[in-house]
Nanobody
Framework: QVRLVESGGGLVQAGASLRLSCAVS????????MGWFRQAPGKEREGVAI???????YYAGSVEGRFTISRDNAKNTVYLQMNSLKPEDTAVYYC???????????????WGQGTQVTVSS
């Protein structure tokens, strides 16, 4: 059974940093693409950062230069380092695993339960 478990969310002030973690079990981590998505109240789920094989990583324009996705294949864990957080980053953040590198959430097979990130002004 494939399972993704996120952690690291919380309430911070604007300008602060957080690091989200997503531990993956039940599948060969290194062979799959990983993505971080977020969903704010009343909005659609959107891609934040995606990671392919090797060093391929891509970011949404709204977070590029502030967020960094990384993965530790030995620990089956993907991270999202978030710096210079803004109130508009407030959302539930999800990690996802899929067999294709894509921004479309529909392309991802497995999802975590989500972790809340709240940034106060």
């Amino acid at each position: 059974q494939v399972r993704l478990v996120e952690s690291g969310g919380g309430l911070v002030q604007a300008g602060a940093s957080l690091r989200l973690s997503c531990a993956v079990s039940g599948r060969t981590f290194s062979g799959y693409f990983m993505g971080w998505f977020r969903q704010a109240p009343g909005k659609e789920r959107e891609g934040v950062a995606i990671s392919g094989s090797g060093s391929r990583v891509y970011y949404a324009g709204s977070v590029e230069g502030r967020f960094t996705i990384s993965r530790d294949n030995a620990k089956n864990t993907v991270y999202l380092q978030m710096n210079s957080l803004k109130p508009e980053d407030t959302a539930v953040y999800y990690c996802a695993s899929g067999s294709k590198l894509a921004w479309d959430p529909e392309r991802y097979d497995y999802w975590g339960q989500g972790t809340q990130v709240t940034v106060s002004s």
